[in-house]
């Protein structure tokens, strides 16, 4: 199946840095990534999607200015936590959508490793 | 309802059959998946099902689909301590690429 890849896989910081998180898709082209985010023992909960080369689309209650989207090439969205409090500690997980050919074509979520932010 | 819906904890004793059951939000939705998460890793892909199907084998998974229902299950056979983790349930509504995730079944094998 299709790779997808996050840099780094584990990040601490201060308050008040920012951090940025990077999302490849390694063998195919991703139009479109998804964030999500998960709190321990929770689901995972869609923070925005990343469109090439257009703003992304934030789910209701993401701080757009908070969370920033770049969306770059067709294989790399970063997303950048500005001012990171304690609050945003969590696991950030991001997916593409890959299209394989079986009977038809069938879209399928590729999700990366996650990273794991913890903020001091 | 407004949430995908899955019992949160499921334990089992190593060689027998777990299932974990779903129920979804829309009877639209055009698939739905079975994702798997172990412990501080990411999410792997382990079955979907298309809507007009009923049943889907894969190996030692088993997914059955009740579109009346709105109700999904995954039952893996001869349940093994490495298929210890939390598996999610997804759907994929019609039109839309991103996913809508249940809260997770985390499923503990003892041997």
């Known amino acids: 199946g299709a790779v997808v890849s996050q840099h780094p896989s584990w990040v601490i910081c201060k308050s008040g840095t920012s951090v940025k998180i990077e999302c490849r898709s390694l063998?195919?082209?991703?139009?479109?990534m998804f964030w999500y985010r998960q709190f321990p023992k929770q689901s995972l909960m869609l923070m925005a999607t990343?469109?090439?080369?257009?703003?992304?689309?934030?789910e209701q209650g993401v701080e757009k200015d908070k969370f920033l989207i770049n969306h770059a090439s067709l294989t790399l969205s970063t997303l950048t936590v500005t001012s990171a409090h304690p609050e945003d500690s969590s696991f950030y997980i991001c997916?593409?959508?890959?299209?394989?050919?079986?009977?038809?074509?069938?879209?399928?979520?590729?999700f990366g490793p996650g990273t794991r932010l913890l903020v001091l | 309802g407004e949430d995908v819906e899955q019992s949160l904890f499921l334990s089992v004793r190593e060689g027998d059959s777990s299932v974990i059951n779903c129920t979804y939000t829309?009877?639209?939705?055009?698939?739905l998946y079975w994702y798997k998460q172990e412990p501080g890793a990411g999410l792997q892909l382990l079955t979907y099902?298309?809507?007009?199907?009923d049943m889907k084998q894969d190996q030692r998974l088993t997914v059955l689909l009740n579109k009346k229902d709105i109700h999904l299950s995954l039952r893996i056979a001869d349940t093994q301590t490495g298929d210890s983790a939390i598996y999610f349930c997804?759907?994929?509504?019609?039109?839309?690429?991103?996913?809508?995730f249940g809260k997770g079944t985390m499923l503990l094998v003892s041997p």
């Open positions: 990343s469109n090439e080369g257009s703003k992304a689309t934030y």
């Open positions: 099902i298309f809507s007009n199907m």
């Open positions: 997804a759907e994929k509504g019609s039109g839309y690429s991103t996913l809508t």
């Open positions: 829309d009877s639209s939705s055009t698939y």
């Open positions: 997916s593409a959508p890959a299209t394989s050919r079986g009977r038809g074509y069938q879209e399928t979520q590729y």
């Open positions: 063998d195919f082209q991703a139009t479109t």
